[in-house]
């Protein structure tokens, strides 16, 4: 089964944000502790910041990226935050490989 995680935020709900940040890396830790990991996992508006310099996760998710879950983050997002060269784990992606990969999973969760 093919499964595809969205993180469309830096934080895990709405609220306070320190709250949300503890939330997120909680469910990361969790995702990365299961026995059954993603196939990827999609990272776009500012949830594209979990993946470079200053993130409290990045080292969750360089070992899921290790442990072969596809890390790929919205080219376009990047851009509007000015984060060109921000990238620590993942892949710069495209809109257009995001809605392919939405599209042929089996489970969409987004987060």
């Not at 995702?31 to 990827?40: F, I, M, N, R």
Request: proline share 1%; glycine share 10%; hydrophobic share 40%.
């Amino acid at each position: 089964m093919k499964t595809v995680i969205i993180i469309n935020n830096e934080t895990m709900g709405h609220g306070d944000k320190k709250l949300g940040m503890t939330l997120m890396g909680s469910y990361l830790k969790k995702v990365w502790a299961s026995d059954q990991k993603p196939h990827s996992i999609l990272f776009y508006n500012s949830g594209v910041k979990l993946l470079g310099r200053g993130s409290s996760v990045i080292d969750v998710l360089d070992g899921l990226e290790k442990a072969g879950v596809e890390l790929l983050a919205c080219g376009t997002c990047l851009d509007f935050y000015q984060l060109e060269d921000y990238l620590l784990v993942g892949q710069r992606s495209s809109m257009e490989e995001l809605v392919h990969l939405m599209g042929v999973a089996n489970k969409v969760i987004t987060i």
